[in-house]
C-alpha cells in the first residue's frame, strides 16, 4: 500500500531544543529496541514507525545489536526508508549506537576505534543511507583509552557520516572528559542516553543532569517506564507472556510485594489525574530539568497513541510529587 504522511503531522507533537544547540527534538521518540526483530511481523513494525511519523515522531532511535537477530532492526528501518519514507529523509532524525556484542572475536564489541568504525560503516549499509543523523558510543569502555574513543567519534563526524555526536551510560567522570574533549576538537556533544524513570533516578542522583544542565546539553531517556513496569502490565502480578514471565531483560524477583504496593499507589494518583500510569510516568520524565526527549519502545499502534496522551498531562503539584516520591 502507498504510504501518504498525515499533512498535519507536526501540529500532534511538542518539540524542545537539545540543550543549547540548534537541534529541535520531539518530546516522545520512538526506539527500535524491541518489536522490530524476526520475532516480529514487518507490516506490524511499518505500522509502528509511519503511525510515530504522522503523530511528529522524527526521531527514531536504534544501535547496531537491535533486533533480532542482531541487525534486524537498522534492516528494517532501512526497508522502510527505501519503500516508504524516502521522501521524507531530510525530515527525519535517526539515531544508531555502536560498543555493545556484535560480531565474534576481538573487534566485535566495547568503543576501539576498529569496533566504532566498523560497525558504523556496517549500519550505514543496513539502512541503506550516507549518514546518520547521530551516532553514539553505546557505553563506557574502561579498558580502551577515552582518547581513542573520543578521537574516534570526533573522526566520524568530520568525515561525515554523522551530524552529531552522543554518549549513552557513561560515568560522570568520563563524561566530563568526553564533554572537554569533544569541545576542544569542536564536535561537540550533543546528547546523552540514560535510564531515568520513577524507580530509577540514577542520572540525578548521580550529577550527570545537572552536569547536562550547566553545560547546555541533552537528555535522552530510555527505559522511561521501567521496562513496563511503570504501566497497568504487572498491578496484578506477572501476565503470561510478559517479559517478566519469561525472564527476558526482567527477572519475577524484581517485582516484591513493596513494589508491587507502590506501582498500585502510583496507578491510583495517575487515576485521579485522569491519566493511565504509563502517561503520568512519562509526563513525570519530562518534566525533570535537562530532558529533552523519551525515548517509548512499543508492541502496538494503540500503545503508542496511548504514550503521546501524556503531552496533555498537568503539570504536577508539590503534593503529587511528594506522593511520587514515596517508596
Known amino acids: 500500500m502507498d504510504y501518504s504522511p498525515n499533512p498535519e503531522r507536526y501540529e500532534q ?136 574513543t573520543l578521537q574516534t567519534l570526533v573522526d566520524i563526524a568530520r568525515q561525515g557520516k554523522a551530524l552529531y555526536i552522543g554518549l549513552s551510560r557513561w560515568p560522570l567522570s568520563a563524561l566530563k572528559t568526553g564533554i572537554d574533549y569533544l569541545a576542544s576538537r569542536d564536535t561537540p556533544l550533543l546528547i546523552y542516553q540514560g535510564r531515568l524513570n520513577i524507580l530509577d533516578r540514577s542520572p540525578e542522583q548521580d550529577g550527570i543532569l545537572d552536569c547536562l544542565s550547566s553545560g547546555g546539553k541533552g537528555f535522552i531517556s530510555f527505559s522511561p517506564l521501567a521496562q513496563g513496569l511503570l504501566t497497568s502490565r504487572y498491578l496484578q502480578g506477572v501476565p503470561e507472556g510478559s517479559r517478566m514471565a519469561e525472564e527476558r531483560f526482567l527477572k519475577r524477583s524484581a517485582l516484591t510485594p513493596a513494589l508491587l504496593l507502590r506501582l498500585r499507589r502510583l496507578n491510583s494518583l495517575a487515576e485521579q489525574r485522569g491519566e493511565t500510569l504509563a502517561q503520568m510516568s512519562l509526563s513525570w520524565v519530562l518534566q525533570r530539568e535537562a530532558v529533552t526527549s523519551v525515548l517509548v519502545g512499543v508492541s502496538g499502534k494503540q500503545q503508542l497513541l496511548d504514550n503521546i496522551g501524556c503531552l496533555s498531562s498537568a503539570p504536577f503539584t508539590e503534593e503529587e510529587l511528594r506522593l511520587i516520591d514515596l517508596p
Not at 13 to 24: A, D, E, F, K, V
Not at 33 to 62: K, M, Q
Not at 71 to 84: I, M, Q, V
Not at 94 to 122: E, F, I, N, V
Request: charged content about 25%.
Open 13 to 148: 507533537m511538542q518539540y524542545l531544543r537539545c540543550g543549547s544547540s540548534g537541534l529541535l527534538l520531539p518530546r516522545i521518540s520512538l526506539g527500535l529496541w524491541h518489536n522490530f526483530g524476526d520475532g516480529t511481523p514487518y507490516e506490524r513494525s511499518r505500522e509502528i514507525v509511519l503511525t510515530a511519523f504522522d503523530h511528529g515522531i522524527t526521531h527514531l532511535d536504534l544501535a547496531n545489536n537491535y533486533g533480532p537477530p542482531a541487525g534486524a532492526a537498522e534492516e528494517r528501518l532501512g526497508k522502510l526508508l527505501r519503500e516508504d519514507l524516502k521522501a521524507h529523509r531530510d525530515e527525519l532524525f535517526l539515531s544508531t549506537k555502536a560498543a555493545y556484542d556484535m560480531w565474534q572475536g576481538p573487534y566485535g564489541s566495547w568503543a576501539g576505534r576498529k569496533h566504532l568504525t566498523a560497525s558504523l560503516d556496517q549500519s550505514l549499509r543496513r539502512l541503506g543511507l550516507d549518514y546518520v543523523d547521530l551516532f553514539y558510543c553505546h557505553r563506557h569502555d574502561p579498558l580502551t583509552p577515552l582518547e581513542e
